[in-house]
């Protein structure tokens, strides 16, 4: 693994990563080496420090999800920049493939999702079902592939446990490959076809805007949108 070929943005304070799918951002009960620790490693390695390397998880990925990720390298990064996700100053773009057309060309969901942790999946439940909380995005149609997989935008309002693949399933646009949530057929790599590719936002200790687009995963069902660019909402 070369994750100096994954590396989209570094500075002083921030590190922005083009994750691949199945690749884990933090450790968990899995045990398998994750992003975080891998790139400490990496850090420490390349610029020969003798002690700690900090590097701090800013948002996570699902492990069969792609795209881009953030990362600070220092504290007062991250303490800024968690900030900043919590005030939703931080503008985030996914786009997912189904073989199901949305029911309308753009629109707003609006669900309550209600994790269960044993299964690892949250369902969409009547609104103020205990436990449940509120989950907002909004969606756009870009396009069709050759191979009749529809190209769906997906904007974030807010940060909800396994969010798009749930409320897209729900919505009757099941991304391609997710067997957890109504997929008929598994991905080649056992990844999903959604894909974390662009992300926004007011640096933390510079100030100045950020502005990052991931490559798509090197796979065909992608091809026919390489030269697309992400609609970004909200920015200067």
């Known amino acids: 693994m070369n994750l100096a070929e994954q590396i989209l943005y570094e500075d002083n304070h921030l590190l922005l990563l083009n994750k691949r799918s199945g690749q884990i951002v933090q450790s968990d009960e899995t045990g398998d080496a994750c992003l975080q ?46 900030a900043r996700v919590k005030e939703r100053l931080v503008n985030k773009t996914y786009w997912a493939l189904s073989k199901q057309r949305p029911p309308e060309d753009s629109g707003l969901l609006d669900d309550w999702l209600l994790r269960n942790p044993k299964q690892n999946k949250s369902y969409i439940v009547a609104p103020h079902t205990a436990g449940a909380k509120e989950a907002s995005l909004d969606y756009m149609l870009r396009g069709q592939s050759r191979g009749g997989y529809y190209l769906i935008e997906v904007h974030l309002h807010t940060g909800r446990h396994h969010q798009i693949r749930a409320q897209l399933s729900h919505m009757g646009c099941v991304i391609k490959g ?6 008929t057929r598994s991905n080649p790599d056992a990844g999903i076809s959604l894909h974390s590719r662009c992300i926004s936002f007011e640096h933390p200790v510079s100030h100045g805007f950020i502005s990052v687009e991931a490559p798509l995963p090197n796979d065909p069902v992608w091809d026919d949108f390489r030269d697309m660019q992400c609609i970004q909402k909200g920015m200067p």
């Open 37 to 82: 620790e891998l790139l400490k490693n990496f850090l420490k390695e390349r610029e020969h420090k003798p002690g700690n390397v900090f590097c701090g998880v800013i948002h996570r990925l699902d492990r069969p999800v792609s795209g881009v990720v953030v990362f600070a390298k220092t504290s007062k990064a991250l303490s800024r920049m968690n």
């Open 178 to 183: 997710d067997l957890k949530y109504g997929a």
